[in-house]
């Protein structure tokens, strides 16, 4: 199976997959839920039991926003549900099973169909294992958001939430979100809507002065939705 990464903007391949909730169909797994594909470079590791538990513990969160997480590596089932014994341990988590199914992807077809793998993190024999890949999905199973991490940075799953907040409100509302835009905060109006639809929009939206004299940052409290 060739390299065949979607573009953001582009549905995201449906796929089957073998998983600790028994095998999954993508798309249907989906339902009309977001989603988020995480994939780890290797089970029993100290930075994935790190970053597990802490999707369990978000998972609140996630389901507050209507959305479903489902990681992802190379190694077997029976590693994935020795492992979780571990993630729940460190969790502090103490309800039966658990919450969010691993796939396993020990012949690496999705790893490598995705292009999730890393050159720089390699198996016993040589082969690469998997990034820390974020692949956000949305209800209509467009692919929305692409982030890789390397194998010995942890990510940052109030990030990934941030994302997710950024992706639902700019989905409902003309604005696009500034940097290190957190909920509630201030957001830009979209460049392209014009300036009586501002007003009509956005009453509370400002101009911001610049050099240029160009009118593009147009500031507006955070819309409600
Ligand atoms: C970890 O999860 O701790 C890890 C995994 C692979 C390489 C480096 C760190």
């Not at 089970?43 to 970053?51: I, M, Q, R, S």
């Not at 571990?86 to 691993?102: L, N, Q, R, T, V």
């Not at 994302?163 to 500034?178: E, F, G, H, R, W």
Request: net charge negative.
């Amino acid at each position: 199976m060739a390299l065949k990464m979607p573009l953001l903007g582009e549905e995201f391949p449906d796929f089957t997959a073998n998983s600790t909730d028994g095998q999954i169909q993508f798309h249907e797994w989906l339902g009309n839920s977001w989603g988020i594909l995480f994939s780890h470079p290797s089970d029993y590791t100290p930075v994935c039991t790190t970053e597990l538990a802490r999707v369990l513990a978000l998972l609140p969160e996630f389901q507050k926003r209507n959305v479903k997480v489902i990681a992802l590596s190379v190694d077997s089932l029976e590693s994935h549900f020795g492992w979780i014994k571990d993630i729940k341990a460190y969790a502090g988590y103490s309800e039966e099973g658990f919450p969010y199914p691993i796939i396993t992807d020990k012949d690496r077809i999705l790893s490598f169909r995705f292009g999730m793998l890393d050159r720089d993190e390699l198996d016993s024999e040589g082969i690469p294992l998997t990034a820390r890949a974020v692949f956000v999905v949305d209800p209509n199973k467009k692919f929305r958001l692409s982030i890789l991490y390397p194998a010995t940075t942890g990510r940052n799953f109030d990030e990934i939430l941030r994302v997710i907040d950024s992706l639902q409100l700019t989905d409902k509302a003309d604005v696009a979100t500034p940097a290190d835009w957190a909920q509630g905060d201030r957001c830009m109006v979209l460049p392209s809507l014009p300036a009586d639809e501002v007003a009509e929009k956005f009453p509370d939206a400002r101009v911001v002065k610049l050099p240029s004299g160009l009118q593009y940052l147009r500031e507006t409290p955070c819309p409600k939705h």
